[in-house]
């Protein structure tokens, strides 16, 4: 059965470095998603991104983060400049439609120090 | 307003029994409504879809729609240990809105 995987796992990093979390989608999807969890709280929405370009974002999407499919099977978070904040987990998602079912990695535990 | 309620729980069960969980919304247009099932320290993990008013039934899971109530609920038939777990509700406004909203979810434990 097709799934989204996501590396790494587990990402530890330093207070003002870069990160960049990997996800590769099922493969005829064509929406893909980013999503945090800080640790006793809701999911919440980052980012969508469809057609090669981003279709909706939310305010915790600023100008520090980006997203990237580098390739046909990649999909990329990049979070320029970490805050202590950003600890959480990031999940990618993956929909054959817009406002389908969304099926996700297992995540990646970002932790800030 | 919070957008998507869910009763934290936690809700326990005894091993058989029914599990219910409900979930209301704030946004009327809403068309979308899924429920996820998360252990802890893992990923949402997708267990229903449902699109219009009324039941919908897989397996043991059985997810109710009423759009004019602005509620959504999942029923656990037959509960099993193996279904201890927090259950997210998550709703999509549809149209050019791809996100999903999502409650804080409700922390089921089935007994043996």
């Known amino acids: 059965e097709p799934e989204v995987t996501q590396t790494p796992s587990h990402q530890v990093t330093q207070m003002g470095q870069e990160v960049i979390l990997r996800c590769v989608p099922i493969?005829?999807?064509?929406?893909f998603y980013w999503y945090r969890q800080i640790l006793g709280q809701k999911v919440e929405f980052l980012v969508s991104f469809y057609n090669n370009e981003i279709s909706e974002k939310s305010e915790i999407f600023d100008d520090q983060f980006s997203v990237e499919r580098p390739d046909g099977s990649n999909f990329t978070l990049k979070i320029r400049s970490t805050k202590l904040e950003d600890s959480a987990m990031y999940f990618c998602?993956?929909?054959?439609?817009?406002?389908?079912?969304?099926?996700f990695g297992p995540g990646t535990r970002l932790t800030v120090l | 307003q919070k957008e998507v309620e869910q009763n934290s729980g936690p809700l326990s069960v005894p091993e058989g029994a029914i599990a219910s969980l409900n979930c209301t919304y704030s946004d009327r247009v809403s068309q979308s409504f899924f429920w996820y099932r998360q252990y802890s320290g893992k990923s949402p993990e997708l267990i229903m879809s449902i699109y219009s008013n009324g039941d919908k039934e897989d397996g043991r899971f059985t997810a109710q729609l009423n759009k004019a109530s602005q509620y959504v609920s999942l029923l656990i038939r037959d509960s099993q240990p193996s279904d201890s777990a927090t259950y997210l509700c998550?709703?999509?406004?549809?149209?050019?809105?791809?996100?999903?909203?999502w409650g804080l979810g409700t922390s089921l434990a089935v007994n043996p």
């Open positions: 998602a993956s929909s054959l439609y817009g406002g389908n079912e969304q099926f």
């Open positions: 493969s005829n999807h064509l929406y």
């Open positions: 998550a709703v999509n406004r549809g149209g050019n809105n791809r996100k999903l909203i």
